[in-house]
């Protein structure tokens, strides 16, 4: 069994060690389909529970730094290759095929010899949202709204109670959830 295994130099500030990384993954998978691949850019400015997402069209790979820090290793190891096989996939089988499709998970297995896991399992931190009190003619009818959907009330959007089918209006109450 051949072994693929990617050596990167741990002393390299975390940036450096994410592009590092990336670029020992595409080093695999030239050696192993014989061709070259370009590059992507890389980007840090991804947010919330995504820890990676590879934007195919336009070569771009984005990262969640938070997780990163928080997962260090795991996420050089799996997310980054995760993500590069996402690229390596299109450039190679073109946009039509399935995002975790046979041709991706060839990749995951056979160039990187890593599982073709779809989603991470990392710990994510939820904030806290802020939520606007609506009421309706129920008795028990309370609406908590995100700020986004109490924007759109106040630019004339309404919302109505499925049951006894009032308008649902603003109690000026708001609470974190």
Not at 81 to 109: K, S
Not at 117 to 125: F, G, I, P
Request: one cysteine or more.
């Amino acid at each position: 069994m051949r072994h693929n295994r990617l050596v990167i130099n741990q002393c390299l500030p975390m940036p450096e060690l994410l592009h590092a990384r990336v670029e020992a993954c595409y080093q695999l998978a030239e050696k192993f389909f014989q061709q070259p691949f370009p590059r992507p850019q890389v980007s840090f400015r991804l947010r919330g529970q995504k820890a990676g997402v590879a934007h195919l069209t336009e070569n771009l790979l984005r990262f969640n730094l938070q997780l990163y820090r928080e997962n260090r290793e795991d996420f050089l190891r799996q997310t980054v290759a995760h993500e590069v096989a996402h690229m390596v996939a299109h450039q190679l089988f073109g946009p039509r095929i399935r995002p975790h499709g046979e041709e991706w998970q060839l990749i995951m297995l056979g160039v990187f010899e890593l599982p073709a896991q779809r989603c991470h399992n990392y710990e994510v931190a939820r904030r806290q949202a802020n939520r606007f009190i609506y009421r309706c003619a129920c008795p028990d009818g309370e609406f908590p709204f995100s700020a986004q959907r109490h924007r759109l009330v106040a630019e004339g959007r309404r919302y109505y109670c499925r049951r006894c089918r009032t308008t649902l209006q603003f109690t000026g109450q708001q609470r974190l959830d």
